[in-house]
C-alpha cells in the first residue's frame, strides 16, 4: 500500500500532482510519501508488537536526514555501517542506544566514536575485529556490547549480490568459530556478549530461509546460554523483500508471525534490521523526457534521470515500473527507457509498453525507488546528484537539494 495514484488523470503523490514537483524543482528528481513511510513503520511495530522487539532501521537503505528523522521519531533504532551513517543517524535524532553497527570492516576510529557515544551493540564479524573492538575499548576505558554475526550458511534465493548468509560470502563467522569468539570474550574484561544476528541477504520474498535462520539462531543462542554465556537479544537482521513486479513477499505479519515462533522459546529481545520494506515503496524517481530513438531493433526512451541515479537496474538487474504522469491511454509501444549516460547498461526498463507518442518534456516516473536509490546515487559522468523532495498531505519541501555544478568540483584541488 504506497500513497501514489492518479487523480483526474494525473499522478499524485499524497495530494500533490507529480507534475506541480517538476515544475518547482525540476527533473530528474525523487519523491517521497511520508505518509506511506509513517504506516509502513507503524506496520512493522504492530506486527511484532506481542513481543519484546527493537526494529532498528537500516540506515543504508535511504540516509536522508528528514527521513531518518521520521523513522527515529516513531521509535526505531539505527542499523549502522559507518561512521557517517553513525553521525547522520545521531544528526537525526536516534537514541544513542538504539544503535547497531554492522559490518565486515570497521576502521578503528569507528569503533572509536561508536563506544563514545553508547551505542547498543557492535555486531562483530570476524575474530580480528574483536580484538580490534577489545583494544580500542581498553584505550577509552569503556566496555563494548557484543553481538555475534553467525553466517549460517543459508541460501536466501535472492539475487546473488546481496546473498549475505553463504559460505561464499565475506560476512559473518561460522557457528563453531562464533562460540569459540563467545568463549574469548569472557576473557576479555573491556567485552560483554551481548547478542547473536545474522542478516541472510535482501529482497528475500520466501518465508522459508528467514523460519530457518531463526530456528537456527535460536538454536545456537540456547546452546551459548547453556555454557553460561548470559545473553539479551537475537538479531535477525533485514531483508523482508518487496513487491516491484509480481513478487509475493510475506506480509508483514506473517514474516513476524514465522520469527516469533522460532524466538519466542528464548526468551531473549529480538532485533530486527529493516530497510527496503519501510523505504522501498515510498518513493519514485520522476524523469523528464529528453528525445525518442529508433534503431533498426528498438525503439528508445532517452530520459534526464540515469543509472548515477538510480543504479538498481544496471547493477542487479533489478525491474521498477514505469508509468506516465499523464494517465496512460491504451495504445502502447514497446521501448526500453535510457538515460544518458555513456554506458550501454544505463537502463531503467526493457521493452516496456508505454503510451504511443511520448516526446520530449513529457514526464514518467519509475516506482519503488525509495530504497536504495539515492543513497546509492554518485556523480557518474559529471552529474549533478539529483534532489529529495517529501511530500505530507497538500505540502512538500525539498530535503535535499539538487547538486550545483560548482558542487561537482568543490572539493577538488
Ligand atoms: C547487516 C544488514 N542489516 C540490514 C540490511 C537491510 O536489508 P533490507 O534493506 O533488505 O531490509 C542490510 C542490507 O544490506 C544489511 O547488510
Known amino acids: 500500500m504506497d500513497h501514489f495514484a492518479y487523480q483526474n488523470q494525473q499522478a499524485y503523490c499524497e495530494d500533490v500532482a507529480l507534475k506541480e514537483i517538476a515544475a518547482a524543482v525540476g527533473t530528474p528528481c525523487f519523491v517521497y510519501s ?18 519484546p522487539t ?3 532501521y537500516a540506515v543504508k537503505a535511504n540516509s536522508n536526514l528528514s527521513i531518518l528523522r ?3 521519531a516513531l521509535g526505531f533504532g539505527a542499523d549502522i555501517v559507518s561512521l ?12 544513542a542506544d538504539k544503535i547497531v553497527y554492522s559490518g565486515v570492516g570497521k576502521r578503528r576510529d569507528e569503533i572509536e566514536a561508536a563506544l563514545r557515544c553508547g551505542i547498543y551493540s557492535f555486531n562483530v564479524e570476524s575474530y580480528s575485529e574483536l580484538d580490534a573492538i577489545a583494544e580500542v575499548a581498553v584505550s577509552l576505558g569503556r566496555k563494548a556490547r557484543v553481538s555475534l554475526r553467525v553466517n549460517p550458511n543459508i541460501d536466501a534465493k535472492t539475487n546473488p549480490k546481496i546473498t549475505t548468509g553463504l559460505f561464499s560470502t565475506k560476512f559473518g563467522v561460522i557457528e563453531a568459530e562464533a562460540l569459540a569468539m563467545a568463549d574469548r570474550i569472557r576473557e576479555l574484561p573491556s567485552l560483554q556478549l551481548v547478542g547473536v544476528g545474522c542478516h541472510i541477504g535482501s529482497q ?4 522459508k530461509p528467514m523460519a530457518e535462520a531463526a530456528r537456527r539462531l535460536a538454536q545456537f543462542a540456547l546452546g551459548l546460554q547453556e555454557r553460561g554465556h548470559r545473553l539479551e537479544f537475537i538479531d535477525m537482521g533485514g531483508g523482508l523483500g518487496i513487491r516491484y513486479r509480481n513478487e509475493d513477499p510475506p506480509a508483514p505479519e506473517a514474516y513476524a508471525e514465522a ?19 519501510v523505504v522501498g515503496n515510498i518513493g519514485v524517481l520522476l524523469c523528464q523526457v529528453i528525445t525518442t530513438k529508433k534503431t533498426p531493433e528498438k525503439s528508445f526512451l532517452i530520459v534526464d534521470g540515469a543509472m548515477n541515479d538510480l543504479i538498481r537496474p544496471s547493477m542487479y538487474d533489478s525491474y521498477h515500473e514505469i508509468r506516465t504522469v499523464d494517465f496512460e491511454d491504451t495504445h502502447t509501444e514497446i521501448m526500453d527507457v535510457v538515460g544518458p549516460i555513456c554506458e550501454t547498461g544505463d537502463y531503467f526498463g526493457k521493452d516496456r509498453a508505454l503510451p504511443k507518442g511520448l516526446k520530449a518534456g513529457d514526464l514518467i516516473y519509475l516506482r519503488s525507488a525509495g530504497a536504495y536509490g539515492s543513497s546509492m546515487a554518485s556523480n557518474y559522468n559529471s552529474r549533478p546528484r539529483a534532489p529529495e523532495v517529501l511530500v505530507d498531505g497538500k505540502a512538500f519541501r525539498v530535503v535535499r537539494r539538487r547538486e550545483s555544478l560548482d558542487d561537482l568540483w ?3 584541488l
Open 34 to 51: 511520508a505518509a506511506t513511510l509513517r504506516q509502513h513503520v507503524k506496520r512493522i511495530q504492530t506486527a511484532f508488537s506481542s513481543y
Open 410 to 412: 568543490r572539493l577538488e
Open 204 to 207: 528475500i520474498v520466501e518465508v
Open 259 to 277: 520469527l516469533l515462533q522460532e524466538i519466542k522459546p528464548t526468551g531473549l529481545r529480538l532485533l530486527i534490521e529493516p530497510g527496503r520494506v
Open 70 to 72: 521520521e523513522i527515529f
Open 84 to 95: 557517517g551513517e553513525l553521525e547522520r543517524s545521531l544528526k537525526a535524532g536516534v537514541q
Open 54 to 56: 527493537m526494529p532498528c
